[in-house]
Nanobody, 129 residues
Framework: QLQLVESGGGLVQPGGSLTLSCAAS????????IGWFRQAPGKKREVVAS?????????YADSAVKARFKIFKDNFKGPVYLQMNSLKPEDTAVYYC?????????????????????WGQGTQVTVSS
């Protein structure tokens, strides 16, 4: 059973940066596409970015997110990171990573929450002065 653990959240000033990590226990990430999602108070969970099991293919919620955030992993097995730059108060949310079983070393990414099989507990990101 795959378990996901997010880390790296915290309080940051507007314009600052954070890098979130998503680590796995029970398996390694070459068998999974990974997505980062976020949920702000009173809002629905929304996708931020996704990366294929090979780590070579990525996609983002929109161009504005892509301009400030980067999803990546250093090797096939993970962990997966979300580097966030130029943070804004509206980025304040609980950030979750999710995993979808995938062809090993595959090229597919997924942007719909219902496509994912496993979820972490989330890490809080607060952007405030």
């Amino acid at each position: 059973q795959l378990q996901l653990v997010e880390s790296g959240g915290g309080l940051v000033q507007p314009g600052g940066s954070l890098t979130l990590s998503c680590a796995a226990s029970g398996s390694t990430f070459e068998h999974y596409a990974i997505g980062w999602f976020r949920q702000a108070p009173g809002k629905k969970r929304e996708v931020v970015a996704s990366i294929s099991s090979s780590g070579t293919s990525t996609n983002y919620a929109d161009s504005a997110v892509k301009a400030r955030f980067k999803i990546f992993k250093d090797n096939f097995k993970g962990p997966v990171y979300l580097q966030m730059n130029s943070l804004k108060p509206e980025d304040t949310a609980v950030y979750y990573c999710a995993a979808k079983e995938s062809v090993p070393y595959g090229y597919m990414w997924y942007l719909l929450a219902e496509e994912y099989d496993y979820w972490g507990q989330g890490t809080q990101v607060t952007v405030s002065s």
